[in-house]
């Protein structure tokens, strides 16, 4: 199964200290230990580059970029078919414009689940929105 999580769980799991990584280092072993290959997209690497390329973190930089050319990890693209599923997410469900980049990308390229910690997203209909908190 293919699972997408969103760019604060891959922050969280790769740039944090705590209870949040605990969490996500926890869910993407569960996911991995099961066979799941995850998925991203452009934006997903984009998000979790910024605040490396901010503060000139150079090592913190490499640890996402070396996560993402992981053989286990799918690139899914931002085609015309993600942008107007994102167009029709945003437009009936009033979800951030990213979000709703995020769950077009996850769905279009058929992930089975899509992880969070955004408690708004859950209850989302077209494909299986787990929060962790």
């Not at 949040?20 to 072993?29: D, E, G, K, N, S």
């Not at 580059?49 to 286990?72: E, G, H, I, N």
């Not at 167009?87 to 414009?97: L, V």
């Not at 077009?104 to 077209?126: I, K, W, Y």
């Amino acid at each position: 199964m293919l699972v997408y999580p969103d760019s604060m769980i891959l922050i969280y799991y790769l740039d944090s200290i705590g209870a949040f990584q605990v969490l996500a280092a926890t869910r993407l072993a569960l996911a991995r230990s099961r066979g799941d290959r995850l998925a991203v997209s452009d934006l997903t690497r984009l998000e979790c580059r910024v605040t490396p390329m901010r503060r000139q973190a150079a090592a913190t930089l490499v640890k996402f970029d070396d996560f993402f050319a992981l053989p286990d990890v799918e690139r899914i693209p931002l085609s015309a078919a993600v942008l107007d599923r994102a167009t029709a997410i945003r437009a009936n469900y009033s979800y951030k414009t990213l979000d709703a980049i995020h769950l077009a990308a996850a769905v279009e390229a058929g992930c089975g689940v899509f992880l969070t910690n955004d408690s708004r997203l859950h209850g989302f209909p077209d494909i299986a929105v787990e929060v962790l908190q």
